[in-house]
């Protein structure tokens, strides 16, 4: 089945430990996104990737870091300058001409503890 | 930068009630828009989307959205909501150059009392 995987879907991580969130997608898309969910705030860009080897800041890209090595993988790195990083983070692809949507992964939810 | 503003955080309704959610964006530009739905516990899901032409656009499930384009706004509709409906909303915006990432509403969240 075509489509994006998160993993892992629950982790936990200790305060002042980095830790890196899995996206793979399998669509062949060009582009893929990386956005947090806070309640009440609606989905945040932290990053962003039209091509391989080249990505863009978001929003709140401060405390995060991204590769994207391969046009199937874009994974997420929240190192511990992110000051609340308790929150449930998406991974989205879609392609880069032509009008289209983003397509979603399930998410991962990260607790800090 | 484009900004979107949904008006409505929660709303409750009734089975059968009528649902209108509004929308909100900001940005000088074309744009192409979205509403997005979040079930409980599934992922993120397209409920419809505007390009160009008829700008009353017809969704899944029964959901349509109407783009004002002079009043900015990509207020979405459903004649008779279902229990099944009971949801996260998001309205989403991105620009036709520049950068395409969405940029997202910050979420309504309707609930269907049976």
């Known amino acids: 089945d075509g489509g994006i995987t998160q993993s892992p879907k629950y982790l936990f991580r200790k305060e002042g430990q980095n830790v890196t969130l899995s996206c793979e997608q399998n669509l062949n898309h060009d582009a893929m996104y990386w956005y947090r969910q806070d309640p009440g705030q609606g989905l945040r860009l932290i990053y962003y990737?039209?091509?391989?080897?080249?990505?863009q800041k978001g929003d709140i890209a401060e405390g995060y870091s991204v590769s994207r090595e391969k046009k199937e993988s874009f994974p997420l790195t929240v190192t511990s300058a992110q000051k609340n990083p308790t929150a449930f983070y998406l991974c989205?692809?879609?392609?880069?001409?032509?009008?289209?949507?983003?397509?979603f992964g399930q998410g991962t939810r990260l607790t800090v503890v | 930068a484009q900004s979107v503003s949904q008006h409505n955080h929660h709303v409750i309704l009734s089975e059968a009630a009528s649902l209108e959610l509004g929308c909100n964006y900001s940005?000088?530009?074309?744009?192409?828009l979205f509403w997005y739905v979040q079930y409980p516990g599934q992922h993120l899901q397209l409920l419809l989307k505007?390009?160009?032409?008829?700008?009353l656009v017809k969704g899944i499930k029964g959901f349509e959205a109407e783009f004002i384009k002079s009043k900015f706004s990509f207020n979405l509709r459903k004649p008779s909501v279902q229990w099944s409906d009971t949801a996260e909303y998001f309205c989403a915006v991105n620009a036709y150059t520049g950068r395409r990432a969405l940029t997202f509403g910050s979420g309504t969240r309707l609930q269907v009392q049976p």
């Open positions: 940005y000088g530009g074309t744009v192409n």
């Open positions: 989205a692809s879609s392609i880069v001409e032509g009008n289209t949507e983003a397509f």
């Open positions: 505007y390009f160009s032409g008829d700008p």
């Open positions: 990737s039209q091509i391989v080897n080249d990505f």
